[in-house]
C-alpha cells in the first residue's frame, strides 16, 4: 500500500560512495523471510491436511502485511481463525474495516486450497459474537473470532482454476505502463469476484473520470504522509534490512542500501513522523505522483452494505480479482488511503465515494486499486505456518 518511507538526506550518495560494503550489498529480502513463498510438500498418508491448507492461506493480501491470522487446530476436521487483537491499525483503520478484509482474503485462499484436496469448507462467521475492535473478546477468548471453517469431504467439489495464482500473486507496488487492460483479462476478473450485493468498477484508458481518480488518489496519499500519528503507524511496522526482516517476516520491508546506512548510523528516526516539507516526505510524494499519473487503470469494489459479514466477504472477492488479474498478467496494487476512517481524510472518502456512486446509503467502496501491467516484482514475507496456530 505503498508506505516505504524512505529517508532520503543531501550527500546521502556521497556518504554511500565512501561505504562499499553497503554500496555492494543486494537488496533482495532474505531467504528465512520468504521461505513460506515454497509450495508445501503433498499432504502423507494420514497426515493433517489442514497445515497444507494453511501454507497457501497465509500467503493472502493483508494491510500493512501485518498477517493477523491466528488458526486453533484442536478440533479434528475444523480451522477456527482468530483476528490477533494485537496486529490491528486504530490510526489508519479505526473501524477495523480493512482487517476484516484481509480476514476474508485468507479465507478465500484457504477455500481454494480446500478444493484442491476434494474438501469443501463449510465457513461460519463470527461464532462468538460479531468482531468489534473496541470490545475485548469474552473470556476465556483471548483474541476475536472470525470463522469457524469445517472441512468436509465431497466427491462433487472441483478444483478453481485460480488456485494455479497462488504462488504468483503479489502486490505491485511500481510503475505500471501506460497500455489498456485486455478485455478478456477485465472480463475475468468481474466473473472471480460476483457475490450479491457486490458490484465491481472500472475506470480504463479514455475513462472521462480518470483524472478524478488520480487527484483523490494523490491528495489522499499526502494526508496519511503528513498527519503525524497515521505516519508513525506505518513506521512503526517498517522492517529496515535483513535482520528486522528475517526477525520479524511482516509489515512493510525495506532493504535498499541506503535506509540501511541510515538506520545504522541512527540517522534514520522512525520514533518521530517527518515534517510536510522534509525531504522524507516530498520525494515520497513526487514518486507517488508518478506512478498515479501513469496508472492506466482503476478497478473498485462496492457492497450494499458494510456489516461485518460483509466486509470479510468483500476481502474474500478481493482475493480472487487479484488472482483472476495475476492469470492475466496483471498487476494491483491497494489505493486504501481514501477509504481510511478518520477525520483529515474524510474529504477523500467522501470524494471516491461520490465519483463511484457509493456513500449516502447507496453502498460503501470496500477497495479502490491500481491496475495494469507491470514488470514482475517479488512476494513479502511471511511469517510461516507454525507462527499462526495457536497452542
Partial sequence: MQRRPFLRVLGGAA?????PALTGCSSALPAEA???????????????VRRWLLAHAIL???????????????????????????????????HSRQILMSQGTFLELLHLAALQQGLRAEVELFPHGVFDPRTPPAPPHTHHATARVRLVPDASVRPD?????????????SAY????PAPPA??????????????????????????????????????????????LESLKVLRVGPREIAAHRDGLSVNEPQPRLLAALGLFDRSRAPGPDDMAVTQQVQDFNAKIEATPAFFAMVTETNDRATQVRAGRAYARAQLAATAHGLSMHPLQQALQEYPEQAPHHAAIHALLGAGGG?????????????????????????AHVMA
Avoid at 482454476?161 to 502486490?171: G, S, V, W
Avoid at 505502463?177 to 489498456?180: F, L, P, T
Fill in 15 to 19: 556518504v554511500l560512495a565512501a561505504t
Fill in 34 to 48: 520468504l521461505a513460506a513463498w515454497q509450495p508445501p510438500a503433498p499432504v502423507p498418508p494420514g497426515g493433517d
Fill in 60 to 94: 493472502a493480501p493483508h494491510s500493512h502485511n501485518l498477517q493477523s491470522w491466528l488458526v486453533d487446530l484442536h478440533t479434528p476436521g475444523e480451522i477456527w481463525l482468530y483476528c490477533d487483537h494485537t496486529r490491528l491499525l486504530p490510526e489508519t483503520d479505526p
Fill in 161 to 173: 482454476p485460480l488456485f494455479a495464482q497462488i504462488f504468483r500473486r503479489h502486490t505491485n507496488r
Fill in 177 to 180: 505502463e501506460q497500455r489498456a
Fill in 186 to 231: 477485465v472480463q475475468t476478473i468481474v466473473a472471480a469476484c460476483t457475490a450479491p450485493g457486490l458490484r465491481v468498477d472500472f475506470a480504463l484508458p479514455g475513462n472521462a473520470r480518470l483524472p478524478e481518480h488520480r487527484a483523490i488518489a494523490r491528495d489522499a496519499w499526502r494526508v496519511e504522509l503528513v498527519t503525524p500519528r497515521t505516519m
Fill in 362 to 386: 447507496r453502498g460503501t467502496v470496500q477497495m479502490w486499486a491500481r491496475l495494469g501491467y507491470a514488470p514482475p516484482v517479488g512476494p513479502a514475507p511471511r511469517r510461516g505456518v507454525q
